[in-house]
Every structure is written in C-alpha cells, then in structure tokens.
C-alpha cells in the first residue's frame, strides 16, 4: 500500500504544481485579486521588456503611426495609456515626430513605472506617470482625445468595470484603444478573456461607434473606436485641470510636493522619480 499512497502523493504534487503555474503564469495572478498582479508584475519588471523584446518597427507600424494619423486633427493631443507597463505605448507614440502632444501613463505594479520612467526618460518633458488602480481613473469625465489600455483587461478582475472608465475619460470624437486576448492561452482564462464578438458586444453597450478589430499580435487583437456624441474640447490641459481625487472624485490642488484633494484632503506625493503615487494616498 506504500507505493500508492507515493504515487497518490506524487500525483497530488504534480497537480499542485499545474495549479501554481496556472495561476501565476499563464493567469499572472488575476484570480488572485490585482494585488497579486501587481506584486507580479513589480517581481518581474526588471526582465519584462526582456522577455516581450519589442521591435520598434512593429511597434510604430501598429501603435505609434495609427495613432498618430487618428489624431491628426487635434492640435497638442492630449493620451491616456492605462497599465502602461514600462511605458510602451508612449514611446511609440512620442517616437513619432508627427506626435506634439502629451502622454500620461497610469499603472498599478510601482516596478513597472519605475522601469517605464527609465525607458521614457528622453520624453520626460512631455510624459507623466500615475500608479493607481485603473478600475478607478483619477481623472474628470470627457477629457483625453485618445485612451489606450493594451494587454491588461484579462488581468483585471472585470473588464467591463475598466473599459467603463475608459470610455468615461475619453472625450466625445475621442479614439479608444483596446486589444482583446486571442490564441491558444485564452482558453486558459475562463471569465476573463472573452471571444471576439463577446468582446465586440461589451464595446458596443459604451457609446462608442466605428468598432473595428485588427489582427496584431498571436495573443492579442486591436480594437478601435471612437466616443460618440458632438465632438468637444481636445488638446493638451494641465494635471490640476483634468486630475480629480481617486477616493472622493475631488478637485485636486497642486503643493510643494504633490496634489492634494481640496474636498477630502487627501495627499497624493510625487516620488523622487516623478511619478504621482496615488496608491500611497495620505489622509490629512
Ligand atoms: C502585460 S502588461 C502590459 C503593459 C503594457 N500595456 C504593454 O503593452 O507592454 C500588463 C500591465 O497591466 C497592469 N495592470 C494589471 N491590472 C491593473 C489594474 N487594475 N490597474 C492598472 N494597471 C494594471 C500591470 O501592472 C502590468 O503593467
């Protein structure tokens, strides 16, 4: 009897072993709620774009010329990039000599924008990043001309609940950016990767219009779109203009040392690196 309870102990640890790498792995934490993402995701920053090897070409084929040719129109256009990571999608977008406008970058691992600071800093001048939860955008309704958010949804503990910010910060007329996980791994993501027409349906319950898929990548499609509604506003405003409190939707005021929100009071610093940390918020 001794060599099946072996085999029993041996079979119990394989498929504890497929579990963790399931979950860690292929599902990078987000059943495990975002803090574990984001735990992840600081583990790894360092290797990250390592591993991802980014080409440039394809990088301003795919991301940095379209959107740069969407936004033509808009003098000084004015981006948002949610889980920007290491700051991909701005430096594509910066490296477009077309583009005169400004990015901000928002991200819940503090790693990955430490890195992103790093790898954008030739752009710091017209680059700011945030860390905080995309589930809640520190940002007043209708603002950006563009809003970017690639290869996170699935990570987030409901896609719908992040893609209604998004399209809450996006101004009317405005470009939405999104990919959709594909390919085999999807499989792998129950209640997290939806098809593409599921996908397609979520968008389409937003006031969004012109809803067009691209192929980009094995795990990942584009998917673009535009706000509807009477085309407003556009262009570059300053942070305290455009920023609001996370925790109260306030007003937020600059000080010495970071934005205060002059409803709840709550500090929000900006680190030695320039990033804004509204996740380490300080009540007054
Ligand atoms: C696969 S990376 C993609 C990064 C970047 N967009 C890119 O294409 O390289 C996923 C990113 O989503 C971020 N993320 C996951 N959940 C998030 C959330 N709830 N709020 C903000 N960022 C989140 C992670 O920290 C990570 O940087």
Redesign the pocket.
């Given at each position: 009897m001794g060599w099946i309870r072996l085999i029993l102990a041996l079979l119990g640890l394989v498929l504890a072993g497929l579990v963790i790498y399931w979950q860690l792995i292929v599902a990078e934490g987000t059943y495990l709620g975002?803090g574990v993402?984001?735990l992840l995701?600081d583990w790894s920053a360092h290797v990250y774009e390592r591993i991802?090897q980014f080409d440039v070409g394809d990088e301003q084929w795919f991301l940095g010329l379209p959107l740069v040719r969407a936004l033509s129109l808009i003098p000084a256009p004015l981006v948002l990039?949610?889980?920007?990571?290491?700051g991909?999608?701005p430096r594509a977008l910066l490296r477009q000599p077309a583009f005169d406008g400004r990015v901000i970058g928002?991200?819940?691992?503090r790693r990955?924008l430490r890195q992103a600071v790093e790898r954008t800093a030739q752009f710091a001048d017209r680059l700011t990043y945030i860390w905080q939860?995309?589930?809640r955008l520190p940002f007043d309704d209708d603002t950006f001309d563009a809003v970017t958010c690639?290869?996170?949804l699935e990570?987030?503990p409901d896609a719908r609940e992040?893609v209604a910010e998004l399209v809450r910060v996006l101004r009317p007329g405005g470009v939405l950016l999104v990919s959709n996980r594909i390919g085999q791994d999807a499989r792998w993501l129950p209640g997290r990767a939806l098809s593409n027409e599921g996908f397609e349906q979520m968008l389409h319950s937003f006031p969004l219009e012109d809803v067009k898929r691209q192929s980009w990548q094995m795990d990942y499609d584009l998917v673009w779109a535009i706000k509807t509604g009477r085309p407003q506003g556009g262009g570059v405003r300053p942070l305290v203009e455009i920023a609001r409190c996370p925790a109260c939707r306030g007003q937020l005021n600059r000080e010495a040392r970071g934005l205060r929100c002059q409803d709840c009071g709550c500090d929000y610093p900006i680190a030695e690196d320039g990033v804004i940390e509204m996740i380490g918020k300080r009540a007054r």
């Amino acid at each position: 009897m001794g060599w099946i309870r072996l085999i029993l102990a041996l079979l119990g640890l394989v498929l504890a072993g497929l579990v963790i790498y399931w979950q860690l792995i292929v599902a990078e934490g987000t059943y495990l709620g975002p803090g574990v993402v984001a735990l992840l995701y600081d583990w790894s920053a360092h290797v990250y774009e390592r591993i991802k090897q980014f080409d440039v070409g394809d990088e301003q084929w795919f991301l940095g010329l379209p959107l740069v040719r969407a936004l033509s129109l808009i003098p000084a256009p004015l981006v948002l990039d949610v889980a920007t990571g290491t700051g991909r999608l701005p430096r594509a977008l910066l490296r477009q000599p077309a583009f005169d406008g400004r990015v901000i970058g928002l991200d819940l691992s503090r790693r990955m924008l430490r890195q992103a600071v790093e790898r954008t800093a030739q752009f710091a001048d017209r680059l700011t990043y945030i860390w905080q939860d995309a589930r809640r955008l520190p940002f007043d309704d209708d603002t950006f001309d563009a809003v970017t958010c690639l290869e996170a949804l699935e990570f987030t503990p409901d896609a719908r609940e992040v893609v209604a910010e998004l399209v809450r910060v996006l101004r009317p007329g405005g470009v939405l950016l999104v990919s959709n996980r594909i390919g085999q791994d999807a499989r792998w993501l129950p209640g997290r990767a939806l098809s593409n027409e599921g996908f397609e349906q979520m968008l389409h319950s937003f006031p969004l219009e012109d809803v067009k898929r691209q192929s980009w990548q094995m795990d990942y499609d584009l998917v673009w779109a535009i706000k509807t509604g009477r085309p407003q506003g556009g262009g570059v405003r300053p942070l305290v203009e455009i920023a609001r409190c996370p925790a109260c939707r306030g007003q937020l005021n600059r000080e010495a040392r970071g934005l205060r929100c002059q409803d709840c009071g709550c500090d929000y610093p900006i680190a030695e690196d320039g990033v804004i940390e509204m996740i380490g918020k300080r009540a007054r």
